[in-house]
């Protein structure tokens, strides 16, 4: 995959806890998750690149046994978002 199609990442451990970063910013993290989830939380937080991010993330699942998913275009299309719902409605796109 090209690091242009690259919109996020998500990482899921056994406890169902979550990581999922969009774009640039620093992520968000459900509970209950566990420790190695945490700390690759923490590591990923500190990288401005979403390539990076990703690159470490993916890494990091597979050591650790994680689920990994790269988010595209298609799931940043399909993700309810209040932001893009009002620029959605401000510039008149019923998507």
Known sequence: MKNK???GFKVTDKKG???IRWFSTSGNLTMPCTEQLMKLYARQKMLTNINEAHDLCK???VVYKMKF???????????PNPVKQFF???FGRNK
Do not use: P
């Open 5 to 7: 199609d690259i919109y």
């Open 17 to 19: 806890g979550t990581l």
């Open 59 to 61: 890494d990091s699942a």
């Open 69 to 79: 998913k790269t988010l595209t275009e298609k799931d940043w299309n399909n993700t």
């Open 88 to 90: 959605n409605k401000l």
